[in-house]
Structures are given as C-alpha cells and as structure tokens.
C-alpha cells in the first residue's frame, strides 16, 4: 500500500467541497490519493441494538453511501478518489482510517466557528492523529 493517502471528513455537507480541493492539492504534491471518509455515529452499541435502531442506522449508512457515490461520479481530477463509510464513533472510525491506510495528511473541517467554543471532532482527532492534521475553516 502506498503510504500516500490523504484522508477527508465529511459530515456529508457541501462544505466538503472545500476539504476535497485542497485534499486533491495535497495529493499531487505528493503523488497520492484521496480517501473520503464519513462515520455513522451508533445512538447505541450496533452489536445491542432492536430491529428498530438497526434499520435507523441502515437507513443513514444507505444515505451515507449514496452521497459517496455522487462525490465519485463528479469526480473528475488528477488524483483517484476512494470513499469510505462505516458504522461506528466518528474519532475512531477517522484514526482507523489513517492508520489503516498510513495516511500522509488528514483533511477537516474547522472546528472553530464565529465565536464561542470549538465544535464537532476537530480538537479530538487533532489530540489523537498520528499523521498532520490540516484545518480548513
């Protein structure tokens, strides 16, 4: 495996967009590629979860994928595009994610917004990453 992989949170917004031009800038500079990756968040432990919660989940990784899916058709760069979508907590899911593909570079969103304190996973992700994390507001 080509330790080469630039990874991209989304949130499945069409801020993406912005992560994914700077994401594909990244991967030519150095010969890599881009992997575009979204979590699910379980409302509860998959592995315990009724029928009810299980098809909640499925029905959001389904919306998941077909999001990926758009991204790829419109994919029409320099760089190849892999997508990713898993069941399970957003930090993990990204960190697996980089370690698995020994990621050079992971790209997200800012967890800074306007004023009061940061949000989302950013700061989490930035504390855990074993590869550079680049923000992009």
Same mark, same amino acid.
């Given at each position: 495996m080509k330790?080469?992989?630039?990874?991209?949170?989304?949130d499945l917004t069409d801020e993406s967009v912005a992560l994914l031009a700077e994401a594909e800038r990244m991967a030519k500079a150095f010969d890599g590629h881009?992997? &575009?990756?979204?979590?699910? %968040?379980?409302?509860?432990d998959p592995d315990q979860?009724? &029928?009810?919660?299980?098809?909640?989940?499925?029905? &959001?990784?389904? %919306?998941?994928?077909?999001?990926?899916?758009r991204q790829r058709e419109a994919w029409?760069?320099?760089v190849d595009l892999c997508t990713c979508v898993q069941l399970g907590h957003r930090v993990?899911? &990204? *960190?697996q994610e980089v370690v698995s593909r %020994?990621?050079?570079l992971m790209v997200l969103g800012s967890p800074f917004r306007r004023q009061g304190?940061?949000?989302? *996973?950013?700061? %989490?992700?930035?504390?855990q990453s074993p590869c550079p994390v680049l923000i992009i507001p």
């Open positions: 330790p080469n992989a630039i990874v991209v949170g989304t881009v992997v &575009l990756v979204h979590a699910v %968040q379980p409302i509860e979860a009724d &029928l009810d919660t299980q098809k909640f989940h499925e029905k &959001l990784m389904s %919306q998941a994928e077909e999001w990926m899916e029409d760069r320099e993990q899911v &990204l *960190i %020994q990621a050079r304190p940061p949000v989302g *996973i950013g700061l %989490q992700v930035l504390a």
